[in-house]
């Protein structure tokens, strides 16, 4: 399965945030040997702009590991609102 996590964040943190959700990502990769990216929306509003976290081919109960590497990392105090995951799985292809 692939996860893809979405939140909004405030300008003025995205350095900062940048910092600790990139260095996150590499230890989590380094522990179990996943893929990941970080990538932004483009906002016409100024003040916030919408991140995404994606891991690729991931177990199920890697969402579980990455609550926990999330609330670590201290990256919730730089986020507006919640954090929103979404589950995406491969289709099999026809016969």
């Not at 893929?35 to 976290?53: A, H």
């Not at 919730?76 to 016969?95: Q, S, T, Y």
Request: proline share 2%; net charge negative; aromatic share 10%.
């Amino acid at each position: 399965m692939d996860l893809y996590v979405y939140y909004r964040v405030q300008h003025h943190h995205s350095a900062e945030l940048q910092a600790l959700v990139i260095t996150m990502q590499k230890k989590l990769s380094n522990l179990h040997g996943m893929n990941f990216s970080l990538k932004r929306r483009v906002e016409k509003n100024v003040d916030y702009q919408t991140w995404m976290e994606i891991y690729c081919s991931v177990a199920e109960e890697f969402a579980d590991l990455l609550e926990r590497a999330v609330q670590n990392a201290g990256v919730m105090r730089l986020i507006d609102g919640e954090r929103h995951n979404e589950i995406f799985v491969d289709i099999p292809p026809c016969a």
